[in-house]
């Protein structure tokens, strides 16, 4: 394999470094003993951690050891956010979400052989520290002034928030897990985000005044942009989860699959596991024939089967393409019709009417009239069969699960209708 730090930053996977040269040699000596940590602000992990999850397994399959951090003690006090205080999570709460992220980011590890990774909690060196040692032992080796100079510090002195002494003290705390994880497993880098810079030198600071002589370092990946201007990781229904259960595999297949020709390069080389070659073939297809979408697509399906598995990613490939008439709707389970309907126009209506009611009630057509000129013209589907006949009323038997139809408007408009028993507001 490419040294990894030439690999980190072809992919442009590196914002800021210590001392690249140092770390570089570090890693040619190796192995490297490293860590990044999770806060369990939320109950699943997001497209932001990924990087940080996907980064940590680079560097393990060039040679190196992970410590996947959860912090079950950093999660009870929360990194400032750069507008207002967090509201605390019970501890019971905390505990409960340590354990879903935990299982969350072993997915991407491997526990195995020379280089095996290792699970680590925060709350396991810090739940029996007083006030009072915490203070003399780690609290006097930070200086206030390079504190408040942090840049997520900063932002919030000068906000009408303000800061309270509670997150003011979050980097000394993710300090100290560096100076704790150096100790007892000999970790020397750290790697976060470019935003967690200031906590990340926290560390290497607290090291160093500590243990002069030691060596560490800390390396921290870019902001993702988004060429449009958007927040990465979000779209018009919210933040992109890594729990199924919050954002559907279809959603997150359609996350990549409809990304902008101009991220697309930047996603692949950030998030696929592919090789130079096999990135830059699709970054050569993308400027020569975007219609085609085919890095979208790569990238679609590698992230949807990382995340949720070959199976899911399956299903939702022959969902996407049954929806626009590229196979059978009767052959997706519901669950999976379900979720992919959810991510496009809908209705639901208590029995059934002509099609261009329906086509009507769900926005594919602004009139009656029009509706009738979309039959007319051969461009109204249901369930990817042509309409003929305007006045038609679809037979019960059509439903899809017994409760879905899909209506679709040329090749690209779709929606769906749902007929419940239940009133309809």
């Not at 997520?152 to 303000?162: C, E, H, I, K, Y």
């Not at 399956?314 to 991510?343: C, I, M, N, W, Y």
Request: glycine share 10%; proline share 4%.
């Amino acid at each position: 394999m490419t040294d990894i730090v030439d690999e980190l930053r072809w992919r442009g996977l590196i914002a800021l470094s210590t001392d690249e040269d140092a770390l570089r040699k570090a890693f040619a000596d190796g192995p490297v003993t490293f860590y990044c940590g999770f806060d369990p602000t939320a109950p699943s992990l997001h497209l932001g951690n990924l990087v940080q999850i996907l980064t940590m397994r680079r560097i393990q399959q060039a040679g190196n050891r992970p410590l996947g951090l959860v912090g079950g003690a950093t999660g009870l006090i929360g990194d400032p956010k750069p507008n207002s205080e967090r509201t605390l999570n019970e501890p019971e709460v905390v505990g409960e979400w340590v354990g879903r992220l935990r299982g969350q980011i072993e997915r991407y590890l491997d526990f195995e052989g020379p280089y095996a990774a290792t699970m680590v909690n925060n709350l396991d060196w810090t739940s029996g520290l007083s006030a009072i040692g915490f203070l003399r032992d780690v609290g006097k080796y930070f200086r206030v002034n390079k504190m408040i100079a942090k840049e997520a510090v900063a932002r919030r002195l000068n906000s009408d928030a303000g800061i309270s002494y509670t997150e003011f003290s979050y980097q000394i705390l993710q300090g100290m897990d560096f100076l704790e994880l150096n100790r007892r497993y000999g970790c020397t880098l750290q790697t976060g985000g470019s935003d967690q810079w200031g906590n990340l030198t926290a560390g290497t600071d607290l090291i160093h005044r500590v243990e002069p002589e030691a060596s560490v370092h800390a390396l921290a990946t870019p902001l993702i942009t988004k060429a449009d201007g958007t927040k990465f990781g979000k779209t018009e229904s919210g933040t992109v989860w890594l729990d199924a259960g919050r954002t559907t595999p279809y959603a997150f297949y359609q996350f990549w699959l409809n990304a902008d020709d101009r991220d697309v390069s930047k996603f692949l080389r950030i998030f696929s596991f592919r090789s130079r070659a096999e990135i830059e073939e699709l970054e050569k297809l993308t400027e020569e024939r975007p219609q085609a979408r085919a890095a979208q697509r790569a990238l679609a399906e590698e992230l949807t089967t990382l995340v949720h598995g070959a199976d899911q990613c399956a299903g939702v490939v022959a969902a996407s393409k049954a929806l626009f008439g590229q196979g059978e709707l009767t052959g997706l389970d519901a669950a999976t019709l379900a979720a992919a309907l959810s991510e496009v126009p809908h209705a639901r209506v208590a029995e059934l009417v002509p099609v261009v009611d329906l086509l009507t009630e769900v926005g594919l057509a602004p009139s009656k009239s029009a509706a009738r000129r979309t039959v007319k013209e051969g461009g109204a589907y249901v369930n990817n069969v042509k309409v003929t006949d305007s006045e038609a009323v679809p037979d019960a038997g059509e439903l899809l699960h017994g409760r879905w139809l899909v209506l679709r408007r040329g090749k690209k408009n779709l929606a769906a209708v749902e007929v419940t028993a239940e009133p309809v507001s």
